[in-house]
């Protein structure tokens, strides 16, 4: 993608404007949908009609909330620590937007193709619960110090059992890629992957090139390999439905959304906040959202391979399978949400320490053992 | 067991402490007792086997004009009978007893007859307003109560 | 030397600071405009001091300047989830004072309306307890189908909330012809929607640890600070007025009085509050159903009632179980058209004393939890 348009404008530093903005465009896009769908999906889980003035179907409900939040009044509240609270949104923001950068869209447009691509990811999604503090410290107000408390606890805790999954998904893709298990090195090379012992692992696109080939392939259910997996296959699925568990946590939503708990803090680290600085916080959430449906992608549902074989694939529909596969993931987080009731603080922690990571390290061990074997 | 018979097993216990029983106008009997008194009648109420009065239902002030009145309407869950006390206190000196110790219950509803009406209990441990606001004045329920004309400086009515 | 010196300093390696947090007038979940000042360490609380009279529309007062049928508008306004359970004891008192005998007829109206809305309070109840949790599509389940009940009550009174329905010596006005089958279908959705809400809501494991040995009540603690309705029999007391000192026709009916089991959690736990809500509307179906079959349709409403209400000089405390407890009204009347005073013993009033008690050393979450499931109104609690 970058050498195709690169072709055409001949000038490096416009080709690397016009690729970072196409994820900025679509993470708009992509929110006002969620947006809509969350208002809608909601609104037929409860028997309500949702919104229905706003055009055809009430389509246009989330440009008019957009356009609502643009018109608000700015407060800045007198006693807040004026730098830090002004400086939290945006830095929520980018952070998210930073988490882009690797977010492949097809086999031919990864923004930026790094071979480190996981660990920038967990990196850059931990930048969030820094602003989430930091917002909730300088608002000086007491709920949003318990939400950011909340928040920086609950986040570091989740990230632990997640980090996991990323980890055995990358020890299996280094299996695969070096076992001469279903994925030659000559497909590895085509791609540009570069592969230098384990690290190859953490690259996206090898991850994704080793489950293509249907969606028996792909790691929810065991990776490639003949009919010996399927023992393995009740590992990969804990492991990704462990993951699923720990992405609500790190996206804060229900159940896990004791951050924002409306009925207990009110609305936690952003009650202060108002107009512009709230959307910000309110799309960084879906944009989070997003981003952890993708990983859930990557990791487990075979990225942007078609899940028929060579049937429907390409870079085109490369695309299109990414993107609908993630919205799939993000309509269950929203199926989640309005189903479940909001677990407490101490259980939530129970249930990321004493459930999740022990089981997490189990598969890991189990997956990686398998892995060894071949 | 019947009114009448709750209020002779309290004038063999308590003498002329036990003022009067009273059933002759409509609706329900009640006995009166001297206003000092409050206290002892209800642990005896309360732990005495065959009465086991254990349920407060409410504290009511009342204003006669000339006198203030505390009315206890007492139910005993495990016995299912009732039985209403009820003392009378001059206006200038409503001084009555807590039972706080005796039933919980009347934690609050003294709360309210202290804010409402001006009864002060005695030893209650945190005799303050309770529907009113903290800083009110006057106990709004009697008869002769004037409304004040400003409350921090906002008009009354 | 001298002897060794006794230090009694207590060394506590972590001390954290404790800070008070104002919860509500204006907050989510504190079921009108209640303040709870709540002194936390951490997320765990260790004192709530609840600031009540935000509401206080000083409706004893307004009683004594009204005459009797006046007053019951006023009724209607304390807990306005139940409005038609709070005229039943108020008429009651009244009409025992004046000595007048309604008929039958009256007597099955009121009861099934009664129990009709007592199912609509328990809903609201359970509804908005489980948004205390943050389970929001059962919230609106539940407000769908109380639409059946409410278009019952609005059909008979005019009125969906406050119905001033129940008059002096009968009724406003008769039912309407179809009354007996809507109730049927009503009763028959409400035995839908519960089984839904039990799969839902109460049976959902996050739910169930959510609410389970919070907030615990013991039985013996609830009857001393005068808990009544379902707080009191969460504690696992059978105490039911429409059982133990049956008024109105209730007599005539075959009912269970539910309690706590402590089939999950702790007997006096909020969840088992909250069961008890739950197998009371059932119960409710149940006597409604009893009252369908027996209730004749022929007769007046009304019985003869002078113009002007003036009940001869006495007292009176008529009380009832509202859904929310034992609702009383202490009426004395001085002979003339109004009464002398009217005082409400509110349930709500005395089930939210017991709240500083029960909430210490839980969390901020479960304090919500507990508030919710003593199922307080705040119209009854301030009058």
């Known amino acids: 993608m970058e050498n195709f348009i690169n072709g055409f404008i001949n000038n490096e530093f416009i080709t690397a404007l016009i690729i970072s903005i196409i994820p900025l465009i679509f993470v708009l896009l992509y929110a006002l949908i969620a947006i809509l769908g969350e208002l809608k999906i909601s609104a037929f889980m409860q028997e309500r009609l949702g919104p229905m003035r706003t055009g055809p179907w009430g389509i246009f409900q989330p440009i008019a909330e957009v356009v609502k939040l643009l018109q608000k009044e700015d407060i800045t509240p007198d006693a807040v620590n004026k730098p830090l609270y002004n400086f939290a949104p945006f830095l929520m923001f980018a952070a998210s937007y930073a988490c882009f950068a690797v977010i492949p869209f097809s086999s031919h447009f990864i923004p930026a193709s790094l071979n480190l691509g996981l660990f920038y990811l967990l990196a850059a999604s931990s930048l969030g619960v820094i602003s989430i503090v930091m917002g909730g410290w300088a608002s000086n107000n007491k709920y949003s110090v318990l939400g950011a408390m909340r928040s920086a606890s609950q986040i570091v805790s989740y990230e632990l059992p997640a980090s996991i999954c990323l980890l055995t998904i990358a020890a299996l893709t280094s299996t695969f890629t070096f076992g001469g298990l279903g994925v030659s090195k000559e497909l590895m090379t085509a791609v540009g992957g570069t592969h230098n012992g384990f690290l190859a692992g953490l690259d996206i696109q090898h991850i994704n090139v080793a489950q293509s080939g249907g969606f028996w392939n792909w790691f929810i259910f065991g990776g490639p390999g003949n009919i010996t997996k399927i023992w393995v296959i009740p590992f990969t699925m804990g492991l990704a439905l462990i993951y699923f568990i720990a992405s609500l946590a790190e996206t804060n939503r229900t159940p896990f959304d004791i951050s924002e708990g409306e009925s207990e803090i009110v609305a936690g680290y952003f009650i202060e906040y108002s107009g512009m600085k709230f959307a910000m916080f309110y799309f960084a959430e879906y944009a989070n959202m997003y981003i952890v449906a993708a990983i859930m992608t990557i990791l487990f549902l075979g990225g942007w391979t078609s899940p028929f074989g060579d049937y429907m694939n390409g870079p085109i529909w490369g695309a299109f399978w990414f993107v609908s596969k993630a919205f799939a993931v993000v309509f269950m987080q929203i199926w989640v949400r309005w189903t479940l009731p909001r677990l407490r603080v101490d259980q939530l922690m129970n249930i990321g320490w004493k459930v999740l990571l022990p089981l997490s390290i189990v598969c890991f061990l189990v997956i990686t053992l398998w892995g060894v074997l071949h | ?157 | 030397m001298g002897e060794k010196k006794k230090v009694d300093v207590e060394y506590s390696p972590f001390e954290s600071d404790k800070f008070r947090v104002n919860i509500g007038p204006q907050h989510p979940s504190t079921h009108g405009v209640l303040r709870l000042e709540a002194e936390l360490d951490g997320e765990i609380i260790t004192e709530v001091i609840p600031h009540i009279g935000n509401l206080h529309r000083c409706m004893e007062k307004h009683c004594e300047f009204k005459t009797y049928p006046q007053i019951i508008p006023f009724v209607d306004r304390l807990d306005y989830c139940s409005a038609i359970n709070n005229e039943l004891p108020y008429v009651m008192g009244v009409e025992k004072l004046l000595g007048i005998e309604v008929s039958d007829k009256v007597e099955y109206i009121r009861v099934i309306l009664s129990e009709l809305n007592r199912i609509g309070n328990h809903q609201i109840a359970v509804a908005a307890f489980g948004l205390d949790t943050g389970a929001f599509t059962p919230f609106l389940y539940l407000f769908r189908d109380r639409e059946f009940i409410v278009k019952i009550l609005e059909h008979c009174s005019g009125a969906r909330l406050l119905y001033n329905y129940f008059w002096i010596g009968g009724l406003a006005r008769d039912i309407y012809p179809t009354f007996k089958e809507d109730c049927l279908d009503a009763i028959k959705r409400i035995r839908i929607t519960n089984a839904e809400i039990m799969d839902l809501l109460i049976n959902n494991k996050i739910f169930i640890v959510r609410t389970i040995n919070t907030g615990i009540l013991p039985g013996d603690v609830a009857i001393n600070f005068g808990c009544t309705g379902p707080v009191l029999r969460g504690s696992g007391v059978p105490f039911d007025l429409r059982k133990a000192q049956p008024y109105s026709i209730y007599e005539r009916f075959d009912f269970n009085v539910c309690v706590g089991t402590g089939e999950l959690g702790t007997i006096g736990d909020s969840w088992n509050r909250n069961i008890v809500r739950m197998n009371e509307m059932e119960e409710s179906c149940k006597i409604i159903e009893q009252a369908i079959a027996q209730m004749p349709m022929e007769g007046d409403v009304r019985e003869k009632v002078p113009k002007r209400v003036k009940p001869p000089k006495g007292e009176i405390y008529s009380c009832a179980e509202n859904p929310k407890g034992e609702l009383g009204f202490y009426i004395v009347s001085d002979g003339t058209d109004k009464p002398s005073r009217i005082k409400v013993r509110s349930t709500g009033f005395s089930n939210l004393s017991v709240l500083p008690d029960i909430s210490k050393g839980y969390m901020i979450a479960d304090l919500m939890v507990t508030l919710g499931s003593l199922d307080i109104v705040l119209g009854d609690v301030d009058r």
């Open chain 2, 1 to 157: 067991m019947q009114a009448k018979e709750i209020y002779d097993v309290l004038k063999t216990e308590f003498g002329d402490r036990i003022i009067s029983f009273n059933d002759s106008a409509a609706g329900d009997p009640f006995i009166e007792i001297q206003s000092d008194k409050i206290l002892e009648i209800s642990l005896f109420l309360r732990d005495n086997e065959s009465l086991l009065f254990d349920f407060l239902n409410s504290i009511t002030a009342m204003d006669l004009v000339d006198k203030l009145a505390a009315v206890y309407h007492i139910y005993s869950v495990s016995l299912n009978h009732r039985i209403v006390i009820k003392l009378f206190v001059p206006k200038d000196n409503p001084k009555v007893p807590t039972v706080e110790r005796c039933w919980r219950t009347a934690d609050w509803h003294e709360r309210e007859a202290w804010d409402l009406m001006g009864i002060e209990f005695v030893g209650h441990h945190n005799l303050i307003r309770i529907l009113c606001p903290y800083d009110w004045e006057g106990h709004p329920l009697r008869k002769d109560y004037q409304a004040p004309e400003f409350y921090h400086g906002i008009k009354v009515n």
